[in-house]
């Protein structure tokens, strides 16, 4: 099926991709993360085309291209081979490669084609309520609930920004390595200005990956997740972050997944458009000499 950004044609020479990654094998409850692109691209001709902020027309500066919403395989190597070569893809032909999930567990093939175009270690800011460390879960090893330590293991380096849940293992993970940093919700709040520093630090001078749950937004915000943890970030924390990583370091990719669509409202699916506006709106103003001392 094949449905636009923004409902508009595809553009000839297009700077940003959009994968829609409807995968959806491994969630272990509520089901409904399979739905999360096409309700995505469904309600983004709803949004107003201008950048208010950076006074701009994404879609005019930098242009969408929108590769078609296919079923995956059941198989889930065979499925994170299909998105994999679609971000390969995206990024042969110059795109910056924006994913939808789907679970989570599609971050992991869109991670591998980037370490193979930029190298080990790639820096991942992960935004999220979970950690996503486990090493198993429910007797498999790539699922939503490990995908960020089998991206360690493809040579990720993993900034964790809003979480406020995991298990012992996770804690135990996290405390001894050297690959991931944990930063609870409570202290994104409790001190904005120093993650942000923390930050710029991170990403400066190099090349890095986001990867975007939904359930890192309080659930008043975006309830449309399987598990809606409370005590999350809301939209001005989440885009001070994304504004601060993609004008101090270079983002070669992101994903936003586990959006859940729910059929009492579209909230959650209309910011996660919001969200694939915002960060093209912010590509283009980067590409036209954008900084962060003229954002503030
Ligand atoms: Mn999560």
């Known amino acids: 099926m094949k449905l636009t950004f923004l409902g508009l044609p595809d553009a ?6 959009l994968i829609p990654a409807p995968l959806e094998l491994t969630t272990c409850w509520k089901k409904g993360t399979w739905e999360g692109p096409f309700e ?4 983004s001709p709803h949004l107003e085309f201008f950048d208010e902020e950076f006074l701009l027309e994404p879609y005019k500066e930098i242009g969408f291209f929108t590769y078609p919403v296919e079923e995956l395989p059941y198989d889930i190597q065979d499925a ?8 390969e893809d995206a990024l042969k032909k110059g795109m910056f490669p924006i994913t939808l999930g789907g679970e989570h567990t599609v971050s992991l093939a869109c991670v591998k084609p980037l370490v193979k175009t930029y190298g080990r270690p790639l820096k991942v800011i992960h935004l999220d309520a979970h950690p996503d460390l486990r090493d198993e879960y429910l007797g498999t090893k790539v699922n939503h609930a490990t995908v960020m330590k089998r991206i360690i293991e493809e040579g990720g ?10 298990s012992k ?7 001894e390595s050297s690959k991931v940093r944990l930063i609870p919700a409570r202290e994104v709040k409790k001190d904005l200005e120093e993650l942000l520093a923390e930050i710029k630090s991170f990403v400066e001078g190099d090349c890095f990956y986001l990867s975007l749950d939904m359930d890192v937004f309080d659930p008043s915000l975006c309830p449309g997740v399987g598990t809606p943890e409370p ?22 990719g992101m994903d936003i997944v586990e959006t859940m669509p ?5 909230i959650t699916e ?13 590509l283009a103003w980067k590409n036209k000499g954008g900084s962060l001392e003229k954002a503030n």
Do not use: D, Q
Not at 12 to 17: N, Q
Not at 231 to 252: N, Q, S, Y
């Open 270 to 282: 209309y910011i996660a458009a919001r969200l694939i506006f915002k960060v093209s709106a912010l």
């Open 12 to 17: 000839e020479e297009a700077g940003v991709a």
């Open 157 to 166: 380096n993993i900034l964790s920004i809003g979480i406020r849940t995991m």
């Open 169 to 175: 293992e996770e804690y135990l993970f996290a405390r």
């Open 80 to 87: 994170l081979k299909l998105i994999s070569s679609r971000v």
């Open 40 to 43: 995505i691209l469904k309600v």
């Open 231 to 252: 005590g999350g970030l809301f939209w001005e924390e989440v885009w001070e972050i994304l504004k601060t990583a993609f004008l101090c370091g270079t983002p070669v």
């Open 262 to 266: 729910l059929p009492s409202h579209h």
